[in-house]
């Protein structure tokens, strides 16, 4: 993720297309897409933009009660750790129907000795859509004093509530839900605080068993004692890239029940590939419905995990066409979304990267074999400025279609732009890409408050005040949290909630109406996890859909008819209650 030093420069005028010596033919291939790309940029200009409705969020962070700022314990040492930021979440803890939201914290690099600063809980007391948040951390008992990175959630005892593993630069903590608005840190007894740099992870039943395992996306070995210094381009110091350091196994937990796991990584074979991972999701990517896993790592291949179903697991990403782009080159990959967008029945990945390098959009053909459509589809020229982190397909007017939004920050220090108050130049704008209805993107700029410079890491996206539309919430590096209300005029919608959220994984759809498949889980993005309910953007349609739900094990289960503009509760094998959650509107 952060770039810096000579090694990486190189890269960057590689990635560019700039070196004018056609080395080898995979150089060549790099500067005719380059080539594609500059007639791409052509296109985009000359292009009618779509209609941007009336997309409208604005950012009530402050007024809602959230007044958490992030800590990244810098003292001018340039360590790798302090760039990165954290994540955060957004989960029902309490079972009132109103969605709540996990912060995580930093805190001090050295001497962690002491009062540490522990990771925050808000609950959601929201009435007649007035959004308000109140911290109830101390309440729930919980301190989450690591030095934080990410969050998952996921209910590993089949409860009926969400548990949290918080992914740390250090030992790894697992809070259980005790359903009573309390957590209980089992991090000691689960077997899961393994001593790596954890980043992202994701809650998976990958053996069918019914339980919900656990896979943890670990970056590089990086200790402080270890830091190395870096200079850019200029000979001025730098943060240094992930390639200076060597990168890492990732480790697969296997849930034995009764909050116990063990580590399984040899078993299924997780351990045979080493990478700087920064994003995970688990999805069934090539259609034989077992659970897979999909890896975003830095500067190193991606990792494209295929259940084989009988307790192993193997790397395709290469031979898939997703270890890279499509220019055969290693990128920066830090965020991931996992989504139907072309309405063909498949999940397609949409990974964020260093600026140059642009994001990439990865397009599924139904086996998991995938193909690099990123200038096609129109995502390709509104990134190059700009390094994403946090991200998600959205459906943000309810439209029927899927958007795009990339929480952005840079890794090394911008030409020209001051420190701040935050000490670190690295401020760039979030970013919004409206879908056309036809599968091309163009950047939409309206959004006032996402176009002030931030340095934006995880995104986690939710419908906070139950009004029938997506909220964005993003946590900013050594700054304060920002939550993006959705103001916007849509169309009709329908919300899908799980009685069982151990059951929520798998994808659903509206039966008869194409293209509206959606993605179970509350995995993706960077660090972070999102609402578990599904919502389906309706456009003008009113009538009452039958919502199909195709569960972890393959099985599949209709639903409804169910009315629009109001959610409802689904228990698998059984019709929907038609009863919305407490707490909506």
């Known amino acids: ?9 190189a890269s960057v005028r590689q990635t560019l297309g700039v070196r004018l010596a056609l080395r080898d033919s995979r150089t060549s291939v790099v500067v005719t897409n380059r080539l594609v790309l500059f007639f791409a940029v052509a296109f985009a200009a000359a292009s009618p933009a779509p209609s941007a409705g009336d997309v409208r969020f604005q950012d009530v962070a402050a007024s809602a009660g959230l007044d958490f700022r992030h800590v990244n314990g810098m003292m001018g040492e340039r360590w790798l750790v302090e760039i990165m930021g954290a994540g955060a979440a957004i989960f029902d803890f309490d079972g009132d129907g109103l969605m709540d939201i996990w912060l995580v914290q930093g805190g001090r690099l050295v001497d962690r000795r002491g009062d540490l600063p522990c990771d925050r809980l808000y609950r959601n007391a929201t009435e007649r859509g007035r959004l308000r948040f109140v911290d109830v951390t101390d309440a729930a008992g919980i301190c989450a004093d690591g030095y934080g990175m990410g969050v998952a959630t996921g209910d590993i005892d089949n409860d ?51 339980l919900t395992d656990l896979y943890v996306a670990n970056y590089v070995e990086f200790a402080l004692a270890d830091h190395k210094p870096c200079t850019d381009d200029f000979g001025q110091p730098s943060y240094c890239s992930p390639v200076v350091y060597k990168s890492t196994a990732d480790r697969l937990y296997r849930n034995l029940g009764a909050g116990v796991f063990a580590e399984s990584s040899a078993r299924f074979g997780i351990d045979q590939a080493r990478g700087a991972g920064l994003g995970v999701v688990a999805a069934d990517f090539d259609g034989d419905r077992d659970m897979d896993f999909y890896v975003a790592n830095d500067m190193t291949d991606n990792l494209l995990w295929i259940n084989q179903g009988g307790g192993t697991f193997k790397d395709n990403a290469l031979l898939a066409g997703a270890a890279a782009n499509g220019d055969g080159m290693v990128e920066a990959s830090m965020g991931i979304a996992a989504e139907d967008f072309d309405g063909d029945g498949d999940l397609d990945l949409f990974v964020t990267h260093l600026a140059v390098q642009t994001n990439t ?37 309810n439209d029927g279609d899927l958007d795009l939004f990339s929480a952005n920050g840079a890794v090394t220090a911008i030409v020209g732009q001051p420190p701040g108050s935050l000490g670190l130049a690295l401020r760039q704008p979030n970013q919004l890409w409206l879908n056309d ?55 009709h919608w329908l919300g899908v909630a799980f009685a069982n959220v151990s059951q929520a994984a798998g994808v659903a759809w509206l039966e008869g109406v194409p293209g509206t498949m959606r993605r179970l889980g509350t995995d993706g993005s960077y660090a972070s996890a999102r609402d578990p309910r599904l919502l389906f953007g ?35 094998a059984k019709r929907s209650t038609g009863d919305p959650p407490a707490g909506e509107r």
């Open 361 to 397: 959009l990865y397009v599924n053909d139904g086996g998991g074999w995938f193909s690099d459509r990123t200038n096609v589809a129109g995502v390709a020229v509104g990134s190059i400025p700009y390094t994403g982190f946090g991200t998600a397909w959205f459906d943000a007017e």
């Open 437 to 491: 209805g036809r599968g091309r993107y163009r950047e939409n700029k309206s959004v006032a408050d996402f176009v002030v410079p931030e340095v934006s890491r995880g995104a986690a996206l939710g419908d906070l005040d139950n009004d029938g539309d997506l909220d964005i919430l993003v946590a900013n590096n050594r700054s304060q949290v920002r939550l993006y209300r959705n103001d916007s005029e849509g169309g």
């Open 538 to 572: 309706l456009a003008s349609s009113d009538e009452p859909p039958v919502v199909r739900v195709r569960w972890p094990d393959g099985s599949e289960e209709r639903f409804g008819p169910l009315a629009v503009d109001r959610y409802h509760v689904v228990e698998r």
């Open 160 to 210: 009926g509530d969400l548990d949290v593993f918080v992914a740390n630069y250090g030992p790894n903590q697992l809070f259980e839900n005790l359903g009573d608005g309390r957590f209980r840190d089992i991090s000691g007894q689960a077997g899961i605080a393994a001593d790596d740099w954890s980043v992202s992870a994701s809650f998976a039943d990958i053996d069918g068993d019914g």
């Open 1 to 9: 993720m952060s770039r810096c030093g000579k090694r990486w420069c």
